[in-house]
């Protein structure tokens, strides 16, 4: 498994993982805790440990964008659960946990430390099919419509390879941010645009893990894997030894019946 050496993070910050174990967290810069006072993140589905955590640490809010968790998402979720249960797709322990999760849901998006807008995130110039006009938000919106500040924001971005259609408006952002983690779909047809985004961010590589529910192409370059982006001043130049990734005691598996493989840079 392989990718440039562009994709190699030369820099390095202390790090810690936040969300729950496999599928769901994701590895940033610890420094960025203290300095953040918004969590905007734009992907929510049916799991919030990452933005649960994240506030427990840094008491931020959050602001967690997602059109698709809406009535229809609950209604469907239980039935869903149970077919997958009676197929052995899931565990029991999560089917019951799921029973309670629109209760949970309603207690940590209660509009004081977190806040859940039904809008999709991406180009206002490009809305998907079958949707209003109105339901489409662009980063700089959000920041004029909920008077956000021009520093202390951290960015998590996991919209299931709409994250293209805002690569130029997270540019446009980039010195209000204290971190971006953000996972990239479709990379072996995208790379040339994850390389020009790279080179044009101000904010440093400084980790990578490959997301094995994606595939390897024909020439080993996975197609899905996400990116830790944190401010100059909180990093250090890796040492030679230090291009091991994944990083053991740190990354895991988002597919847990699968090992994460070693991942080298050309």
């Known amino acids: 498994m392989h990718l440039p050496k562009i994709f190699r993070p030369v820099h ?35 799991d919030w440990s990452f933005e649960n955590e994240f506030h427990n640490l840094s008491k931020a809010r959050v602001l967690c964008f997602d059109h698709s968790v809406n009535l229809e998402f609950w209604i469907k979720l239980i039935p869903r659960n149970l077919i997958d249960l009676f197929r ?40 998907p099919e079958n949707m209003n006009k109105n339901s ?42 204290t971190g971006l983690i953000i996972e990239f779909h479709d990379c072996d047809q995208k790379l040339e645009t994850i390389k020009k985004f ?37 990093n250090l130049l890796r040492n030679q030894g230090e291009y091991i990734f994944p990083v053991q005691g740190l990354d895991q598996p988002n597919d847990k019946t699968k090992i994460d493989k070693s991942l080298n840079f050309f």
């Open 198 to 234: 790279i080179s044009n961010f101000d904010l440093n590589l400084v980790h990578i893990h490959v997301n094995n529910f994606g595939a390897l192409n024909s020439e080993n370059i996975p197609t899905v894997f996400e990116l830790t982006f944190s401010p100059k001043k909180f």
């Open 136 to 177: 489409v938000i662009g980063l700089k919106k959000i920041f004029e419509k909920f008077d956000l500040p021009s520093h202390g924001i951290f960015l998590k971005v996991d919209i299931e390879g709409n994250e293209y259609d805002i690569l130029d408006q997270i540019l446009e952002c980039q010195s209000f941010l």
């Open 12 to 46: 390095k910050t202390s790090f810690l993982r936040v969300g729950k174990n496999f599928d769901g967290g994701y590895i940033i810069p610890k420094k960025a805790l203290l300095e953040t006072k918004i969590l905007l993140s734009f992907g929510l589905s049916d």
């Open 88 to 127: 052995s797709k899931i565990e029991v322990k999560k089917f019951f946990s799921d029973l309670f999760l629109y209760i949970n849901y309603l207690k940590f998006f209660n509009g004081v430390r977190a806040k859940h807008i039904k809008n999709f995130v991406g180009s206002v110039n490009r809305k």
